[in-house]
């Protein structure tokens, strides 16, 4: 094909194009103007709702406070337990996490870390609600807790306090498998025989103790894990020492409460000076519950129940040294002195002291 009959079919496509284009008329007059329709909903402030919680007053002050406290540091708990999948829901982040979604650990964690913001706190979903609304990055577990030890008791505090009831609570029963509650004798198979190391709960709703006669249910209730435990000391531009997320018991919130010359709480605390036992001594009461554990302690180191450090010694024993021995780990692993209960727990040494004395 030669250049001129290339260069006309050019030409004639070109035209062909132009004429198909040039095929729509002109436009019609405008329509008229359509409903004017709803106006959207007015998004959230992104820049308050997350300064509702990260801001120097708030969130970085929780999590100072966080790192000074026993959850923070974790030496006592993650370091040792936090990895076994048996103990690993309440001695780690990673195990409490777990539990909380799904109700149980299913295996071993090899890096367990200490608790942390997210460990009590679920992640955000919504981003619209502040934390005081309690929606967004609300506490993973607020309902009433079925006890270990027997799935028929029921702990139910506040929503705040049951989540500390998770982990806060007695892993034995005082009647079991050492001793059936009628007979009269009771094994002791383990120098770590007992109610477990935290069952603060349990005192505080005056169950898994032996006592014949007594108060079970503690004055103190009614303010729960978080009244005490949580109460807020610092202004807004302080961080608590006290309170708050550092968890140590505030002296502020038990004055409110309790007032006139035999108040002796201090409200100050700094490193090793601080005493737990003394620190909430109202008329001498942490001084005297101190005094009969040591009565205690002394009666069965006598019966040969306890060695010299107070470690329980594995062997048959009779019902009543068994309840003896009982109270005392419970009240001692409490570590509140009878704060938690006082009625109870004087009520459990009484009983056991009187039970023991020749």
């Known amino acids: 094909m030669s250049r001129k009959v290339s260069l006309i079919a050019i030409l004639m496509m070109a035209l062909m194009v132009l004429f198909t284009v040039s095929c729509e008329g002109p436009a019609g007059p405008a329509g008229e103007m359509g409903l004017t329709g709803d106006a959207g909903a007015a998004g959230a402030d992104a820049q308050v709702t997350c300064l509702s919680c ?36 309440c001695h780690s982040h990673e195990g409490f996490v777990e539990f909380a979604n799904t109700g149980g650990v299913a295996g071993n964690f090899f890096t367990p870390s200490a ?43 506040d929503p705040s306090s049951n989540l500390c009831i998770n982990c806060h609570q007695s892993r034995t029963n005082i009647i079991g498998s050492m001793w059936d509650g009628s007979a009269a004798t009771a094994t002791i198979t383990s120098t770590h025989a007992g109610p477990h190391h935290g069952p603060q709960a349990n005192l505080l709703l005056g169950n898994n103790g032996s006592i014949s006669t007594g108060t079970p249910f503690s004055p103190h209730l009614e303010a729960g894990c ?15 020492v006290n309170g708050g997320h550092t968890f140590w018991p505030a002296a502020e919130k038990c004055n409110s409460c309790h007032t006139g010359p035999d108040v002796v709480f201090d409200a100050s605390r700094s490193g090793d000076d601080f005493e737990h036992e003394g620190y909430y001594d109202y008329k001498s009461f942490q001084t005297e519950i101190g005094e009969k554990l040591e009565i205690l302690a002394g009666l069965l180191l006598t019966e040969g129940v306890f060695d010299s450090s107070h470690t329980v010694i594995p062997a048959t024993y009779t019902a009543t040294q068994y309840k003896a021995f009982w109270n005392f780990t419970y009240i001692a692993e409490d570590r509140s002195h009878g704060v938690h209960n006082p009625y109870y727990t004087e009520a459990l040494l009484d009983e056991s002291i009187a039970a023991l004395t020749p």
């Open 226 to 240: 978080v009244g005490c435990h949580m109460y807020e000391t610092s202004s807004d531009d302080e961080i608590n």
């Open 115 to 157: 608790w942390e913001c997210s460990t009590c706190h679920g992640l955000h979903k919504t981003f619209t609600e502040t934390l005081q609304d309690s929606v967004d990055y609300a506490l993973r577990l607020t309902n009433a807790v079925a006890s270990i030890i027997d799935a028929t008791i029921i702990m139910d505090i």
């Open 54 to 89: 990260h801001n120097d007053d708030s969130m970085e002050d929780n999590k100072i406070e966080l790192a000074r406290s026993q959850h923070g540091l974790g030496d006592l708990a993650v370091d040792y337990a936090g990895g076994r999948s048996s103990c690993a829901a």
